[in-house]
Protein backbone atom coordinates (compact mmCIF):
# COMPACT_ATOMS: atom_id res chain seq x y z
CA UNK A 1 0.00 0.00 0.00
CA UNK A 2 2.75 2.29 1.09
CA UNK A 3 4.44 1.53 -2.27
CA UNK A 4 1.31 2.20 -4.32
CA UNK A 5 1.00 5.50 -2.33
CA UNK A 6 5.07 6.58 -3.24
CA UNK A 7 3.80 6.05 -6.79
CA UNK A 8 0.99 8.35 -6.87
CA UNK A 9 2.79 11.03 -5.01
CA UNK A 10 5.75 10.80 -7.38
CA UNK A 11 3.10 10.78 -10.36
CA UNK A 12 1.47 13.75 -9.34
CA UNK A 13 4.90 15.43 -8.77
CA UNK A 14 5.69 14.78 -12.28
CA UNK A 15 2.57 15.52 -13.67
CA UNK A 16 2.75 18.55 -11.73
CA UNK A 17 6.23 19.58 -13.02
CA UNK A 18 5.27 18.71 -16.78
CA UNK A 19 2.35 21.00 -16.45
CA UNK A 20 4.31 23.70 -14.84
CA UNK A 21 6.86 22.95 -18.00
CA UNK A 22 3.88 23.12 -20.33
CA UNK A 23 2.37 26.40 -19.11
CA UNK A 24 5.78 28.22 -18.89
CA UNK A 25 6.87 27.36 -22.50
CA UNK A 26 3.62 28.60 -23.65
CA UNK A 27 3.69 31.82 -21.26
CA UNK A 28 7.29 32.49 -22.95
CA UNK A 29 5.79 32.01 -26.69
CA UNK A 30 2.53 34.17 -25.94
CA UNK A 31 4.47 36.57 -23.80
CA UNK A 32 7.53 37.16 -26.52
CA UNK A 33 5.64 36.63 -29.60
CA UNK A 34 2.13 37.85 -29.24
CA UNK A 35 1.28 39.55 -25.96
CA UNK A 36 4.01 41.99 -26.29
CA UNK A 37 2.84 43.28 -30.34
CA UNK A 38 -1.09 43.60 -29.31
CA UNK A 39 0.43 45.84 -26.49
CA UNK A 40 1.92 48.62 -28.54
CA UNK A 41 2.59 47.77 -32.01
CA UNK A 42 -0.56 47.73 -32.97
CA UNK A 43 -1.71 51.49 -31.12
CA UNK A 44 -0.98 54.06 -34.07
CA UNK A 45 -2.38 56.66 -31.92
CA UNK A 46 0.03 55.86 -29.48
CA UNK A 47 2.96 55.51 -31.69
CA UNK A 48 2.42 58.95 -33.13
CA UNK A 49 2.21 60.31 -29.27
CA UNK A 50 5.15 58.91 -28.53
CA UNK A 51 7.34 59.72 -31.43
CA UNK A 52 5.91 63.30 -30.89
CA UNK A 53 7.06 63.36 -27.52
CA UNK A 54 10.14 62.18 -28.05
CA UNK A 55 11.22 64.18 -31.39
CA UNK A 56 9.33 67.16 -31.13
CA UNK A 57 10.65 68.84 -34.82
CA UNK A 58 8.07 65.37 -36.22
CA UNK A 59 5.36 67.11 -35.37
CA UNK A 60 4.92 70.18 -37.85
CA UNK A 61 6.74 68.14 -40.33
CA UNK A 62 4.07 65.13 -40.62
CA UNK A 63 1.17 67.42 -40.52
CA UNK A 64 2.65 69.15 -43.53
CA UNK A 65 2.95 65.70 -44.85
CA UNK A 66 -0.13 64.71 -44.46
CA UNK A 67 -1.76 68.09 -45.57
CA UNK A 68 -0.50 67.32 -48.69
CA UNK A 69 -0.90 63.93 -48.82
CA UNK A 70 2.65 63.21 -49.38
CA UNK A 71 2.60 60.52 -46.78
CA UNK A 72 0.32 57.96 -48.59
CA UNK A 73 -0.49 54.18 -47.34
CA UNK A 74 -0.36 50.98 -49.70
CA UNK A 75 -1.26 47.59 -48.99
CA UNK A 76 -0.02 44.31 -51.12
CA UNK A 77 -1.13 40.77 -50.46
CA UNK A 78 1.32 38.19 -49.64
CA UNK A 79 1.55 34.73 -50.95
CA UNK A 80 -0.03 32.98 -47.84
CA UNK A 81 -3.14 36.02 -48.27
CA UNK A 82 -1.59 38.39 -45.50
CA UNK A 83 -2.67 41.97 -46.11
CA UNK A 84 0.26 44.16 -45.59
CA UNK A 85 1.01 47.82 -45.24
CA UNK A 86 3.40 50.37 -45.82
CA UNK A 87 3.70 53.93 -45.27
CA UNK A 88 5.72 55.65 -48.14
CA UNK A 89 7.01 59.14 -49.07
CA UNK A 90 8.51 60.31 -52.17
CA UNK A 91 11.57 62.94 -52.23
CA UNK A 92 11.16 66.80 -52.98
CA UNK A 93 13.07 65.94 -56.25
CA UNK A 94 13.13 62.90 -58.79
CA UNK A 95 15.42 60.67 -57.83
CA UNK A 96 16.44 57.22 -57.60
CA UNK A 97 17.58 57.40 -53.97
CA UNK A 98 15.45 55.22 -52.56
CA UNK A 99 15.96 54.03 -48.34
CA UNK A 100 13.07 51.12 -46.92
CA UNK A 101 13.14 51.60 -43.14
CA UNK A 102 12.38 48.71 -41.17
CA UNK A 103 10.80 49.14 -37.63
CA UNK A 104 11.97 46.93 -34.33
CA UNK A 105 10.39 44.71 -32.02
CA UNK A 106 6.83 46.00 -30.80
CA UNK A 107 7.21 48.68 -33.17
CA UNK A 108 5.84 49.88 -36.44
CA UNK A 109 6.12 52.05 -39.27
CA UNK A 110 5.30 55.30 -37.40
CA UNK A 111 8.28 54.67 -34.82
CA UNK A 112 10.25 55.55 -37.65
CA UNK A 113 9.16 58.30 -38.78
CA UNK A 114 12.45 59.59 -37.23
CA UNK A 115 14.69 57.99 -39.42
CA UNK A 116 12.31 58.55 -42.77
CA UNK A 117 13.08 62.31 -41.65
CA UNK A 118 16.35 61.88 -41.98
CA UNK A 119 16.29 60.12 -45.17
CA UNK A 120 13.38 62.53 -46.84
CA UNK A 121 14.15 65.59 -44.97
CA UNK A 122 17.63 65.73 -44.46
CA UNK A 123 19.06 63.78 -47.60
CA UNK A 124 16.19 64.00 -49.90
CA UNK A 125 15.44 60.34 -50.67
CA UNK A 126 12.46 58.18 -51.00
CA UNK A 127 11.19 56.07 -48.47
CA UNK A 128 9.11 52.99 -48.21
CA UNK A 129 8.49 52.02 -44.41
CA UNK A 130 6.74 48.59 -43.93
CA UNK A 131 4.70 47.07 -40.85
CA UNK A 132 6.45 44.34 -40.36
CA UNK A 133 3.24 41.30 -39.93
CA UNK A 134 1.37 41.88 -36.45
CA UNK A 135 2.31 45.46 -36.71
CA UNK A 136 0.62 48.34 -37.62
CA UNK A 137 -1.96 47.73 -40.10
CA UNK A 138 -0.80 44.95 -41.27
CA UNK A 139 -1.71 41.38 -40.83
CA UNK A 140 -0.31 38.85 -38.63
CA UNK A 141 -0.67 36.26 -35.83
CA UNK A 142 2.75 36.90 -34.11
CA UNK A 143 5.97 38.81 -34.19
CA UNK A 144 8.29 36.86 -36.59
CA UNK A 145 11.68 38.69 -34.86
CA UNK A 146 12.86 39.25 -38.27
CA UNK A 147 12.98 36.18 -39.33
CA UNK A 148 10.46 35.27 -42.08
CA UNK A 149 9.95 38.95 -42.22
CA UNK A 150 12.98 39.06 -44.36
CA UNK A 151 10.65 37.76 -47.04
CA UNK A 152 7.98 40.31 -46.56
CA UNK A 153 10.59 42.98 -46.93
CA UNK A 154 12.46 42.02 -50.14
CA UNK A 155 9.12 42.07 -51.69
CA UNK A 156 9.18 45.65 -50.34
CA UNK A 157 11.66 46.55 -51.65
CA UNK A 158 10.32 45.49 -55.16
CA UNK A 159 7.31 47.47 -54.71
CA UNK A 160 9.69 50.80 -53.63
CA UNK A 161 11.61 49.93 -56.99
CA UNK A 162 8.55 50.09 -58.80
CA UNK A 163 6.78 53.09 -56.88
CA UNK A 164 9.39 55.49 -57.50
CA UNK A 165 11.49 54.68 -60.28
CA UNK A 166 9.95 52.90 -62.88
CA UNK A 167 11.58 52.08 -65.85
CA UNK A 168 14.97 53.13 -64.29
CA UNK A 169 17.78 51.87 -62.03
CA UNK A 170 16.67 52.79 -58.20
CA UNK A 171 19.38 53.28 -55.62
CA UNK A 172 18.50 51.37 -52.43
CA UNK A 173 19.70 51.35 -49.13
CA UNK A 174 17.29 48.73 -46.45
CA UNK A 175 17.79 50.45 -42.93
CA UNK A 176 16.33 49.09 -39.55
CA UNK A 177 16.46 49.54 -36.03
CA UNK A 178 16.54 46.58 -33.16
CA UNK A 179 14.57 43.83 -34.78
CA UNK A 180 14.41 45.87 -37.77
CA UNK A 181 18.11 45.78 -37.80
CA UNK A 182 17.87 41.75 -37.64
CA UNK A 183 15.52 41.99 -40.60
CA UNK A 184 18.06 43.96 -42.41
CA UNK A 185 20.51 41.35 -41.60
CA UNK A 186 18.21 38.47 -42.60
CA UNK A 187 17.19 40.60 -45.71
CA UNK A 188 21.20 40.93 -46.59
CA UNK A 189 21.96 37.39 -46.85
CA UNK A 190 19.47 36.32 -49.37
CA UNK A 191 19.67 37.25 -53.30
CA UNK A 192 19.79 41.06 -54.23
CA UNK A 193 17.67 42.42 -56.48
CA UNK A 194 20.80 44.43 -58.20
CA UNK A 195 19.63 48.06 -57.44
CA UNK A 196 20.46 47.23 -53.97
CA UNK A 197 23.93 48.82 -53.03
CA UNK A 198 23.84 48.80 -49.17
CA UNK A 199 22.51 48.25 -45.68
CA UNK A 200 22.64 49.95 -42.06
CA UNK A 201 21.97 48.01 -39.20
CA UNK A 202 21.72 49.54 -36.03
CA UNK A 203 21.22 47.70 -32.55
CA UNK A 204 20.36 44.14 -33.95
CA UNK A 205 20.44 40.96 -32.14
CA UNK A 206 23.09 38.26 -33.20
CA UNK A 207 19.78 35.60 -33.39
CA UNK A 208 16.72 35.05 -31.56
CA UNK A 209 17.80 32.94 -29.73
CA UNK A 210 20.93 35.11 -27.58
CA UNK A 211 18.40 37.77 -27.43
CA UNK A 212 15.36 35.68 -25.31
CA UNK A 213 18.57 33.86 -23.74
CA UNK A 214 19.63 37.37 -22.13
CA UNK A 215 16.22 38.54 -21.33
CA UNK A 216 14.95 35.03 -19.65
CA UNK A 217 18.16 35.73 -17.36
CA UNK A 218 17.41 39.56 -16.93
CA UNK A 219 13.95 40.00 -16.74
CA UNK A 220 13.03 36.35 -14.96
CA UNK A 221 16.48 35.40 -13.70
CA UNK A 222 15.91 31.85 -15.29
CA UNK A 223 18.15 29.84 -17.26
CA UNK A 224 17.96 28.98 -20.88
CA UNK A 225 17.25 25.41 -20.30
CA UNK A 226 14.75 23.93 -20.27
CA UNK A 227 12.26 26.94 -21.40
CA UNK A 228 14.12 28.22 -24.17
CA UNK A 229 14.69 24.90 -25.98
CA UNK A 230 10.93 23.94 -25.76
CA UNK A 231 9.69 27.40 -26.69
CA UNK A 232 11.76 27.37 -29.56
CA UNK A 233 10.36 23.42 -30.19
CA UNK A 234 7.00 25.16 -29.64
CA UNK A 235 7.50 27.91 -32.30
CA UNK A 236 8.40 25.20 -34.62
CA UNK A 237 5.97 23.47 -34.39
CA UNK A 238 3.31 26.53 -34.35
CA UNK A 239 4.74 28.71 -36.65
CA UNK A 240 7.68 26.75 -38.88
CA UNK A 241 10.88 28.70 -37.68
CA UNK A 242 12.28 28.04 -34.33
CA UNK A 243 14.54 30.63 -31.96
CA UNK A 244 18.43 29.58 -33.41
CA UNK A 245 17.51 29.00 -36.79
CA UNK A 246 16.68 33.05 -36.95
CA UNK A 247 20.34 33.93 -37.24
CA UNK A 248 21.06 37.51 -38.64
CA UNK A 249 24.81 36.24 -37.22
CA UNK A 250 24.30 33.47 -40.10
CA UNK A 251 22.82 35.70 -42.78
CA UNK A 252 25.19 38.59 -42.21
CA UNK A 253 28.30 36.30 -43.06
CA UNK A 254 26.21 35.22 -46.67
CA UNK A 255 26.46 39.42 -46.98
CA UNK A 256 28.64 40.78 -49.86
CA UNK A 257 27.06 44.65 -50.12
CA UNK A 258 28.62 47.12 -48.66
CA UNK A 259 27.13 47.34 -44.34
CA UNK A 260 27.09 50.12 -41.63
CA UNK A 261 26.57 49.19 -38.34
CA UNK A 262 25.62 51.31 -35.56
CA UNK A 263 25.77 50.35 -31.96
CA UNK A 264 25.48 51.88 -28.30
CA UNK A 265 28.02 51.18 -25.39
CA UNK A 266 25.22 51.54 -22.94
CA UNK A 267 22.84 49.07 -24.71
CA UNK A 268 21.69 46.28 -22.18
CA UNK A 269 18.76 45.07 -23.96
CA UNK A 270 20.71 44.10 -27.43
CA UNK A 271 24.34 44.19 -25.82
CA UNK A 272 27.08 45.52 -27.52
CA UNK A 273 29.01 42.49 -27.47
CA UNK A 274 26.32 41.57 -30.24
CA UNK A 275 27.33 44.43 -32.68
CA UNK A 276 31.00 43.82 -31.86
CA UNK A 277 30.41 39.96 -32.98
CA UNK A 278 28.15 40.96 -36.01
CA UNK A 279 30.67 43.41 -37.43
CA UNK A 280 33.72 40.94 -36.68
CA UNK A 281 31.70 38.15 -38.76
CA UNK A 282 30.55 41.01 -41.88
CA UNK A 283 32.96 39.97 -44.86
CA UNK A 284 33.40 42.21 -47.17
CA UNK A 285 33.14 45.66 -47.15
CA UNK A 286 31.47 47.46 -43.65
CA UNK A 287 31.81 50.41 -41.24
CA UNK A 288 31.34 50.60 -37.08
CA UNK A 289 29.62 53.37 -35.19
CA UNK A 290 30.13 52.51 -31.91
CA UNK A 291 27.65 55.19 -30.10
CA UNK A 292 29.59 56.04 -27.05
CA UNK A 293 26.67 56.66 -24.18
CA UNK A 294 24.03 55.46 -26.09
CA UNK A 295 21.16 52.74 -25.04
CA UNK A 296 19.12 50.55 -26.84
CA UNK A 297 17.89 52.30 -30.15
CA UNK A 298 18.97 55.14 -28.78
CA UNK A 299 21.68 56.65 -31.03
CA UNK A 300 19.81 59.03 -33.28
CA UNK A 301 17.79 60.43 -30.39
CA UNK A 302 21.05 61.05 -28.58
CA UNK A 303 23.42 62.11 -31.65
CA UNK A 304 20.75 63.06 -34.33
CA UNK A 305 23.23 65.44 -35.91
CA UNK A 306 26.67 62.63 -36.08
CA UNK A 307 23.65 59.84 -36.90
CA UNK A 308 22.68 61.70 -40.15
CA UNK A 309 26.23 62.61 -41.17
CA UNK A 310 27.67 58.92 -40.78
CA UNK A 311 24.77 57.94 -42.42
CA UNK A 312 24.91 60.32 -45.79
CA UNK A 313 28.94 59.99 -45.79
CA UNK A 314 28.19 56.12 -45.90
CA UNK A 315 25.65 56.78 -48.66
CA UNK A 316 27.93 58.83 -50.63
CA UNK A 317 30.04 55.83 -50.86
CA UNK A 318 28.26 53.06 -51.04
CA UNK A 319 24.82 53.56 -52.55
CA UNK A 320 25.15 54.90 -56.11
CA UNK A 321 25.80 52.68 -59.39
CA UNK A 322 28.68 51.05 -59.81
CA UNK A 323 30.37 47.73 -60.69
CA UNK A 324 29.67 45.84 -57.07
CA UNK A 325 32.41 43.21 -57.86
CA UNK A 326 34.94 45.88 -57.72
CA UNK A 327 34.65 47.05 -54.53
CA UNK A 328 37.21 46.67 -51.94
CA UNK A 329 37.04 43.68 -49.83
CA UNK A 330 38.30 45.30 -46.66
Not at 293 to 300: F, K, V
Given at each position: ????????????????????????????????????????????????????????????????????????????????????HALYLR??????????????YTDNAV????????????????????????????????????????????????????????????????????????????????PQPPFV??????????????????????????????????????????????????????????????????????????????????????????????????????????????????????????????????????
Open positions: MKKKTSYKVIGAIVAALLALLAGGTLYLQWYALEAQGNERGKDLDASYAFMYEHYPFLSHWVDSLQRAEALRDTFIMADDGARLADTLTPRTAVVVHGRMLHIAYLYNHDLRYNVLLPDLRFAGLSDGDHIQMGWNDREDVLRWMLVADSLFAPGSQTDMVVHGISMGAATTMNVSGEHCFVEDCGYTSVWDEYKGELKNQFGLPAFPLLHLASWATDLRYGWNFRKASPLAQVKKCRLPMLFIHGTEDTFVPTWMGDTLFAAKPGVKEYWRVEGAEHANSYLKFPKEYTERVKTFLEKYNIPKDMNNLPTE
